[in-house]
């Protein structure tokens, strides 16, 4: 035969005990006939990658919202720190204005958890958007630091809210072949919003900036409302039907939604996912200490504390004041702009790298990167410092270096540590609890953003500027090194592969080593219906068993 194989696919239910060797002329209810071609059509295997695409964007709209969060210190701390400020207020109190918002996200995380896996996707991206609108409407009104304060930790709670759904939600509409660079969308709203409130800050007052960033919550709140919710929240609550209407939606009516709903019902039954509707206390706690859920959220963790240690979240919330104490004869603020264009255009380009190249890849750049430029920057300025202190005074040259070191920083840290583990806290983790300990992850995550935010002034002091730098390319480098050991590679793969990959029944994510999904030479086998074929050798001179 010429570039097909002929398998004899047999319903496993009606012939329970059919093998090669059976030599009696048992008779065979259903047997069926069916020619594989070595090379199927895969586009016939693809839902429309637009519905894909659209409910991706709107869930990620409430991202945008976290880069205003983030960038909006960075432009509001000179402003209040004028003489002619509305609100006065010293270096600490500036401090707590730029760190506020990290305290409220770690809380919102924890509860986003609870209500993905209790109340659905859809309806926690809905209920996020609430403490942030509201938190938006407080520092526009604020007419002391104590409301600053207020507002920063409401909308950083909303913030902390939107993170986990967001990925999760668009990890779970969209197909293994689009869900890499869509889970990036979430890097990319926030680098946008960076971008925004950089550019914005630059021409108007910190009170017409909270106001403008009040429409993308209002925004994301009204679109989430037309969404379905995600088929495989559905599967796991025991509502097939419902799951078929979402799965049509979510990849249109040429698609075959019963295959992959079955697909779905099966894996759930496979892991214990859809046995009740609600997990008790303890199996909850079963379910989080197992290695599927643990492996993974130990390696995420390490991974978000080594990224926030680089620095990144330094030069995002003080960008105008590090620009500013470099030496540059640049203008602050349009460094500042410059740094959010970007930043907002290498999370697009490592977006799509992420498709291309894989996690692992644009994990390393980051590492490196972010190492040698850390370092780059802390000795440049810590022959500032030299200068400054020679009798007389020397006057700085090179001033380029220290800004070529920001950008290239955020350059490399932008393809792979902004991007990478925000997109695996949707890939890594169990069905059954992945709304939780996604909300844990994001928790985690958030909680380092706070600790290296909060503690840049004190570094400052204690080691001066030139050794915060150089402490955080130290932990660029160390992180380069566990994650050449421990970090996975899920580029391409289901997230069924990957659940199965840490609960240990398959050894590697290389390559499938089911071999109910494979043929004789390695091949995939065709499946029906979602049931599993069954490849039967003739006898020799016989053309059936």
Excluded at 122 to 141: D, E, F, N, R, Y
Excluded at 447 to 469: A, D, M, N, Q
Aim: with cysteine; net charge positive; charged share 15%.
């Amino acid at each position: 035969m010429t570039g097909k194989d002929t398998v004899v696919l047999v319903d496993k239910d009606t012939v329970p005990k059919l093998t090669s060797t059976n030599t009696t002329s048992e008779k065979v209810p259903m047997v069926t006939l069916a020619t594989v071609e070595s090379q199927p059509n895969k586009a016939a295997e693809r839902g429309k990658a637009i519905r894909q695409v659209i409910a991706a964007f709107i869930a990620n709209i409430g991202t945008i919202n976290t880069g205003l969060i983030f960038g909006f210190s960075a432009v509001v701390i000179p402003q209040l720190q004028a003489p002619d400020s509305l609100i006065p207020v010293d270096e600490s109190q500036s401090s707590w204005v730029a760190s506020l918002s990290a305290i409220g996200t770690p809380i919102g995380c924890l509860l986003s958890g609870y209500v993905m896996d209790n109340f659905g996707r859809k309806k926690a991206l809905i209920v996020t958007q609430i403490p942030t609108i509201i938190g938006w409407i407080v520092i526009a009104c604020a007419s002391n630091v104590g409301m600053l304060y207020a507002g920063r930790v409401l909308t950083g709670f909303g913030s902390g809210m939107v993170g986990a759904p967001a990925r999760v939600y668009t990890s779970e509409v969209t197909q293994p072949h689009l869900r890499g660079m869509l889970c990036a969308l979430a890097s990319t709203g926030i680098s946008l919003g960076v971008l925004i409130q950089y550019t914005l800050g630059a021409f108007t007052t910190w009170k017409t900036l909270s106001g403008v960033s009040l429409v993308v919550p209002v925004a994301a709140l009204v679109f989430m409302f037309l969404m379905p919710e995600t088929p495989n929240y559905l599967v796991s609550k025991q509502k097939p039907e419902k799951a078929l209407k979402s799965m049509a939606r979510l990849r249109g009516s040429s698609y075959n939604i019963e295959r992959e709903v079955e697909q779905l019902k099966t894996f759930a039954a496979k892991s214990n996912a859809s046995g009740k509707k609600k997990l008790s206390f303890h199996e909850t706690v079963q379910a989080l200490v197992h290695p599927s859920c643990l492996k993974p959220f130990c390696i995420l963790t390490i991974y978000f504390m080594m990224y926030q240690f680089s620095g990144v979240n330094t030069i995002t919330f003080y960008a105008v004041e590090i620009f500013r104490d470099s030496g540059t004869k640049m203008d602050k603020n349009t460094c500042t702009i410059m740094l959010g264009v970007v930043r907002f255009v290498f999370t697009i380009i490592g977006a799509v790298l992420l498709r291309r190249c894989g996690r692992r890849p644009l994990t390393f750049i980051s590492g490196i990167g972010c190492g040698c430029t850390m370092v780059g920057l802390g000795l440049y300025l810590y022959f500032k410092r030299q200068w400054e202190l020679a009798d007389p005074p020397i006057e700085p040259t090179a001033t380029w270096i220290p800004v070529a070191c920001i950008f290239i920083f955020i350059i490399t840290c932008t393809l792979g540590f902004l991007i990478v583990p925000w997109v695996m806290i949707g890939e890594l983790y169990p069905m059954k609890v992945r709304g939780l300990v996604g909300g844990f992850t994001t928790c985690m995550a958030h909680s380092f953003v706070f600790i290296v935010v909060k503690t840049y002034p004190l570094l400052t002091h204690v080691i001066e500027r030139h050794g915060t730098f150089l402490v955080y390319g130290c932990f660029s480098f160390a992180g380069t090194v566990f994650f050449y050991y421990c970090l996975p590679e899920t580029k391409g793969k289901t997230l069924q592969e990957i659940e199965d990959y840490f609960s240990g029944r398959i050894k590697t994510l290389k390559k499938s080593n089911d071999p109910d999904t494979q043929n004789t030479d390695g091949k995939p086998l065709l499946v029906i219906n979602g049931a599993k074929p069954a490849v039967i050798s003739p006898e020799k001179n016989k053309l059936f068993p």
